[in-house]
């Protein structure tokens, strides 16, 4: 088995490619419909998996191809599996699952409460072997940070030793929570908003990802 050396010793790693960009200000804008949001959501979840798995560990094999045979690399074994923070998480998971199809996957269910802005559980269904894989943790808004520490403590106590945060959107106050609370979880994210407005929402934003993904109000 080989290892490359982790791209991850800085955080927050912001992806800045022409194509995440694009993407990411026709998410923002809000004529975009319902099924467009989606789509979205989907392309930019998939650019995003590449990045989030760039440092999967490999093992030599032999191959035959048409003409000869080979030695060649395939992933190490069953090494990630994703964990979607209810219920926008869930928005991501499609186009990380068309890249990497034989991931299980979890999910953590968490709301907000609307006068603390602290994170509330209410539903936990984890993969097996979890101290074993690296942890993708998705959520497409990294606001408060309330919600993703609360996660990530919950998958530490259920045994989780490799966790990587990733999110469409971030800002100062939830990067700052997480540095505080999991300095040695990575962040990866497509753009570092503003800040907060009074009620918690990411300036400049999307809007609520959750509603614009489920079209709910």
């Known amino acids: 088995m080989t290892t490359q050396p982790s ?5 927050p790693i912001v992806l800045d490619h022409p194509l995440i960009r694009h993407k990411l200000t026709r998410l923002r804008k809000v004529e975009t419909s319902t099924a467009g949001f989606r789509r979205l959501v989907r392309e930019l979840s998939l650019l995003m998996c590449y990045e989030a798995t760039r440092d999967l560990p490999m093992e030599p094999v032999e191959i035959t191809t048409p003409l000869e045979t080979m030695q060649a690399e395939q992933l190490a074994g069953p090494d990630v599996c994703f964990i979607s923070i209810l219920r926008a998480g869930n928005g991501l998971l499609d186009g990380m699952l068309d890249l990497v199809p034989f ?6 269910g968490l709301y907000r409460d609307p006068e603390s802005l ?4 209410y539903y936990l269904k984890l993969p097996s072997q979890i101290s ?3 942890c993708v943790v998705v959520d497409p ?3 408060t940070g309330h919600s993703a520490a609360a996660a990530l403590t919950r998958l530490k106590e259920k045994g989780a030793k490799r966790l990587l945060f990733v999110c469409l959107l971030s800002t100062p106050e939830g990067i700052a929570c997480l540095k505080e609370h999991h300095p040695d979880v990575p962040v990866i994210t497509c ?3 503003r800040g907060l407005d009074e009620h918690g929402y990411i300036r400049p934003g999307l809007g609520d990802a959750g509603d614009r993904l489920f079209g709910t109000k």
């Open 191 to 193: 753009a570092i908003d």
């Open 118 to 121: 602290e994170a509330v559980e």
């Open 141 to 143: 808004m990294l606001a």
């Open 7 to 11: 791209p991850f010793a800085s955080s």
């Open 103 to 108: 991931a299980p996957v979890g999910h953590i």
């Open 132 to 134: 074993s894989r690296r």
